[in-house]
């Protein structure tokens, strides 16, 4: 068997597309984000990929039907910009080789498209919740900072200091140095602690700038208030709890 | 080395034969209703399967003779029906890489035998001592639903919620997805505690009317027999040594 | 680079030869034991065998010379008998791919000799000092039993339990299963605890009536008693302690 | 993918060069020193070295570039001397594997400039910080010993006991067993608690005379004079609070 299947379904002509790849991760900001291009851009099946690289399991539906876990890429035809792939998926890599070795193939199979630039989105973790999460950036090549400063990317000096670990930054480095196709990371501030729609949210209102389409973001936004007031409420009755316990002290 | 080798003893001619798998795992529940199969239908040896994906090792008989492990298929005709071919075995594939390698080299060379539908079986935990244990599936088809729940096979709702992990769950994905092979996977609800000779009967049951085998399944009535004695002892104990601490509860 | 790369100093000419195989494992029994044999018969250097299955290591010589790690095999022509081949080394496979690998690769290099029949040499964890340590056998095929047996061997019922794990098991698996090679594990019982060499003595005995050659084992003999004395000590120094402890129970 | 990728940027016709290899490990001691050498020397590159074998990662500049992890090696053509290759580098191998494929297919694209002598760098963990820290040799052949002794290097008797693991280890063994490249290993003894610059000047100060290039040290003894300081520091106060604890041994 290949370490890596690839069944692609449709041959499209595209026009120098952009990929955007939102895979499992911290806080899950770049798959809740890139799921939701798909859906609201009604995107058309590329191709899946099957790995060994994917833990031995299948999903069951409501129903009970079995699902081979996947990574998949959806694309849509744009007038007048760039087309569009989305890379999707059940899981990234699990081992180190995995890692590359999905990266690369994946970029082998979509560089026949004559991709352009790659958008890896992700989360930054902050560990606590912060009031007005940002979205950082970093790219393959410094002529990209400018553009996407003024979309409202912010380039902190120095962050993330640990560099980019798994697909979100493989991606990035091996388009650059075996496709030479440049690219850059969206990371969406997040505390880490549970899947996030609000920092999903700020990725995509500034990817909607980048890919010059506007999307209805309703939904999202729904999505991230119902967090909010969730997460909200949770640090509320910590800070009450916490103020009485101060209160308490002298008897502590 | 190839990472896989497998030894074919025998060229038989099969009618649309159907695959049963039943390796180790929870309960053990899917390799001891299948081994019995092998052994109360008398079937012949069809092929060996030695790996680097099992652990390096021989068992060793009571007299002193080694045994390298493996896995093994039989088959048996069975005139006016589909044939049959029982996959049983020492381990699954102890890594990511093995599980899918193996259940791929056992579905590329039974396919070779016209193999029409797999049927993995296997442990459902349920993390304590059932009093009716239910057989559950998951199909790679939905038109297989009806005709299984027709034969006492129960799909609840969202169950396995964490979909299936192992040889069960790839066998049908690659079936599915690689041959074009439908399948389903049979889980017995088992304690997960230790082998259950019980939820392996309940199996039977059922796999010998989609079998439409008649099979003598007393052997399997009487250890699973044996396993309630032992474990409902062990129960009622347990409820005694619980009422005897709550009559006591305000001197504990 | 080739996972396993052997490099071949001599093309001798060998009649039916015996392989003995001696890795390090449990006690280092089969280690000591083979590496005096290679020493005692003064054999010649036949291959060595390095390998990414092994650690990433040199050694250094007490002069500060490095050795990278291998595994040798070493032969010596014996008139009137069959010529023997031994297997010595700094390490197992480190992997599972590893034990199947270097096993197979060091059997197929070797069957090209004509090789005849495989000894593997290994410690049997007792978890405690044993007085008089047995030799414990484990054959491929049951007619080497009572040949064995004759010469010392013993073949408890049931034992080892959980069959021969590491490459003292899996040559005599994949020399049985792919190279049709009969052949036997001797097993010198051992606390496990250190290595020991009076359960080398023991295998060296018997395995010296197997290949038919009287070796000086005085040196063994001399090592296997100073270890005595000391773990004797030891568990003597226990013993008193344990009875102070005794004496003292009351107050304790 | 290949499991490693070499980029070449350059074609030189060299003169019987040396290797420095220096890749991070214990105290860094490696890396800072072979690094200073490519730097001071202003070194032109002459490969990178991608691979699986390093973490799937991209680091990020202060300014928010992408960088893939990766090796590179650097040369210089010295006159009247053997020229001089440095390898450096982001990681060494991250698997056992990975260490004997990384090493084997550097020495295999070098080997081809007519590499005639490796000197690998690394750190010797003393556990403590040492007054007078010396810098230990390994060679693969004891002709070595006497021109490296003279030049400062010890080679104290049965150091290092347990051998040397990772790169610096097996690219000398490779390099002897299949390049036929001698080399030697010099290891600067260090706490192993923290990067060691003064270690590194240690090496630097010995493999000045190897190479037979005076180089400008002072930027490299600030940084250890800065490192002994605040380490001084340290240890200072650690020995008066000693002392305090044990004026107040009787009250303790």
Known sequence: MEKILIK???????????LIGGLPGIGNVGKIAAEYIVEKLKMQKLLEIFSQYFPPQVFVSEEGVTYLVRNSVYYKKLAGRSDLMVLVGDFQGTTQEGQYELSYNTLEVLSKFNLKTIYTLGGYSMGKIVESPRVLGAVTDNSMISTLSSLGVVFPKGEPGGGIIGSAGVMLGLGKELFS?????????????????????????????????????????????????????AAEEFQQRSQQREDLGYFG
């Open 8 to 18: 692609q379904y449709k041959k499209p002509k595209l026009n120098s597309p952009l």
């Open 181 to 233: 196709i440049d690219g850059a990371c969206l990371m969406g501030e997040t505390s880490g602690f549970f899947a996030d729609p609000r920092s999903a949210l700020n990725v995509l209102k500034i990817l909607s700038k980048i890919i010059r389409v506007e999307m209805d973001l309703s939904d999202m936004e729904a999505r991230s208030q119902q967090m909010e007031q969730i997460t909200g409420k």
